[in-house]
């Protein structure tokens, strides 16, 4: 028996019920990034940050309805799963996945409004858990993390040398 069949054989993952669950939730989350009605700022597997409050009978604790997280002030947006923020309340949200809650909070907003600037990046070191299931073991590993607008998926639209947003890729250019 190789090594893959190894660890599959011990998970406990029904792909069907996890492709459906998925699957589900993309066509829920497309009454709001695809709705005329609002300007769609960031979109992630379970959130939306829109320009404007959202129906009541849309918020709340029932299957189908969301939860409202933030009201936002400023927002930063680099990459998927990496943003800035400034609440109503005055919070302050990074979040930067990959990164360590140590480096995290010696970030600011202004540090993301700084990296919008074209071929801008910073760079991060950072010491984290590394673990190998194939060694059964884990080890502290230095690292460096570069934070900067990042897009695999959307072309990169800048206007004078500063982010504004996104389109889709052309793949007929491949």
């Not at 700084?114 to 590394?130: A, E, H």
């Amino acid at each position: 028996m190789d090594y893959d069949s190894e660890i599959t054989n011990k998970m406990d993952v029904n792909i069907a019920i996890a492709s459906a669950i998925t699957a589900y939730g993309r066509i829920h989350m497309s009454q709001f990034k695809n709705n005329p009605n609002y300007k769609l700022y960031y979109s992630d597997t379970d959130c939306v940050v829109i320009d404007k409050p959202l129906s009541p009978d849309l918020i709340g604790n029932k299957l189908g309805q969301v939860k409202l997280e933030h009201i936002i002030n400023k927002a930063v947006f680099l990459a998927p799963k990496v943003y800035a923020l400034i609440t109503d309340q005055g919070e302050q949200i990074i979040k930067a996945k990959g990164l360590t809650k140590d480096v995290i909070q010696d970030i600011k907003i202004a540090d993301f409004e700084f990296l919008l600037s074209k071929d801008s990046s910073k760079l991060l070191k950072q010491s984290k858990l590394s673990k190998s299931l194939y060694n059964s073991d884990i080890e502290l590993i230095n690292t460096i993390y570069t934070l900067k607008v990042t897009s695999n998926k959307r072309q990169n639209i800048y206007i004078n040398g500063i982010f504004d947003s996104t389109k889709p890729l052309n793949y007929n250019n491949f």
